[in-house]
């Protein structure tokens, strides 16, 4: 039972482009929403990371929208280059050790 | 060097054998990880670490067993491996606080015939 529901599987976009990428939950308990980036043949690595007491939080290109009410954030890639071409991972923790990841998206950013 | 790394980086057993996934790091974190990674699944936990001589279940855990002798060590075994257990192995590891930044190594891909 996969808690954390990511969506597209896969995104492909023109550079320059906003691709975006979505995930919802059920778990209210849940509170702290990171993303992961990960480039092939390698670990994922932290992008950037929300808590649910603020409705948005950008680090440079990436932005996190966050939105309790619908149990929903999203990671923004604002002027998305060939080198953001990797798979994002959401994922959420409800207070404790464990990090519920949603299943990922492959994206493409064409030159 | 610093950092977590794990062996190795590429394995290919069969039905039955053992195998053990090693993760090692560098910088005393409290807790250590074991994830699976399988396309469509995102990574799925299947041990942690809290300290050494604690550990507790993940999401997935059947068919693996873990130990955490000593803080910077926390090898993976596969008691019998499955071809179910064919995947990509993620040790990660974090400082202390529920918010401190999860570090990941670089990957175990094992393929089990």
């Known amino acids: 039972q996969q808690q954390v529901k990511q969506s597209p599987q896969s995104l492909i976009v023109q550079k320059g482009g906003i691709p975006i990428i979505n995930c919802a939950y059920e778990?209210?308990?849940?509170?702290?929403f990171p993303w992961y980036q990960q480039f092939p043949g390698k670990g994922p690595a932290l992008l950037i990371a929300?808590?649910?007491?603020?409705s948005e939080k950008k680090e440079g290109r990436f932005t996190i929208s966050f939105n309790k009410s619908a149990k929903q954030f999203s990671l923004h890639i604002m002027d998305s280059q060939p080198g953001d071409s990797a798979t994002y991972f959401c994922a959420a923790r409800a207070g404790g050790n464990m990090l519920t990841f949603g299943g990922g998206t492959r994206l493409m950013v064409k030159p | 060097d610093a950092g977590i790394t794990q062996s190795p980086r590429y394995k290919i057993t069969e039905t039955g054998r053992q195998v053990t996934l090693m993760c090692h790091q560098t910088w005393s974190h409290s807790y250590m990880f074991w994830y699976r990674q399988d396309l469509g699944h995102g990574l799925r936990l299947i041990y942690y670490s809290a300290a050494a001589d604690i550990t507790d279940k993940g999401e997935v855990p059947d068919g693996y067993v873990v130990s955490r002798s000593k803080t910077e060590n926390f090898p993976l075994t596969l008691e019998s491996a499955t071809r179910s257990q064919t995947s990509v192995y993620f040790c990660?590891?974090?400082?202390?606080?529920?918010?401190?930044?999860?570090?990941f190594g670089p990957g175990t891909r094992l393929t089990v015939l």
């Open positions: 778990n209210t308990a849940f509170d702290y």
């Open positions: 990660a590891s974090r400082r202390g606080g529920p918010l401190d930044e999860q570090f």
């Open positions: 929300i808590r649910p007491d603020v």
